[in-house]
């Protein structure tokens, strides 16, 4: 999971028939073009390319994943995300072509098995990993690969997007809180490790959730959430 905060203030200043959008960051300004298009970001003095995941690209992920936090997973893993949610699996590729972050997200809804149970999930969006290398954190980088994924999720008509996020990763919560999103309910012993403290045997995660335009009234998410627990096996 991602374990940084951005701090990028987005501005937009003018629209084009290409629909181009201007970002004001703390290093400089950051362009952006068509949405349905790859995008091109001047980051410093490099240039970043924003596009969807590419098979050979896991081959370049050895920068994002060096995190002891991201959660990694076998190769066909990533393909099966690839083919079947091409637009949730976005990428950043630095100028000589190593790959400094990605999001890998899906849709779905809980079986049907679960449609009377208070924990059945309408269809919505998961974000599966995301993580920024070490080395391009705090340019913004993670706030665009998350609103690519939130666009396509709105395409897909998902309610909303959720992530699960260990408890005491304190800084990728308060990313994804700047985000916007809260703290739907707390899944205890989620993990089947503690990422700070070796005598735990487990760690609890925090499902967030960030609604989507599906969800205009707000239905699925809650202001308490921290207080809401559930079990690992109530979550699907």
């Known amino acids: ?86 637009s949730l699996f976005q990428v950043c590729e630095d100028n000589q072509g190593n790959i400094i972050g990605y999001i890998m997200g899906k849709v779905e809804s809980s079986p049907d098995a679960y449609k009377r149970s208070e924990h059945h999930l309408p269809w919505h969006a998961h974000i599966t990993a995301f993580t920024v290398a070490s080395e391009a954190r705090r340019l913004g980088i993670g706030k665009i ?30 990313f994804y809180k700047s985000a916007g999103y809260s703290v739907f309910r707390v899944v205890k012993d989620y993990y089947i490790d503690h990422a700070t403290d070796p005598t735990k045997a487990t760690e609890d995660a925090l499902d967030m959730r960030k609604p989507l335009k599906r969800d205009a009234d707000r239905q699925h998410i809650r202001k308490d959430g921290e207080r809401y627990e559930v079990s690992r096996d109530d979550v699907w």
Request: charged fraction near 25%; aromatic fraction near 12%.
């Open 1 to 86: 999971m991602l374990d940084w905060h951005d701090k990028t203030a987005r501005k937009t200043e003018e629209r084009s028939p290409v629909s181009q959008v201007y970002l004001r960051t703390s290093i400089e300004r950051h362009y952006l073009s068509h949405p349905m298009c790859a995008l091109v970001v001047p980051i410093e003095i490099a240039m970043a390319v924003f596009r969807r995941f590419r098979p050979d690209d896991l081959n370049r992920f050895s920068k994002c994943n060096l995190d002891s936090l991201v959660e990694t997973y076998e190769v066909g893993f990533y393909l099966q995300y690839h083919a079947k949610w091409p």
């Open 145 to 174: 690969l998350a609103e690519q994924v939130e666009t396509a999720a709105d395409a897909r008509n998902a309610w909303f997007v959720d992530l699960f996020v260990r408890r005491s990763n304190e800084v990728a919560i308060a």
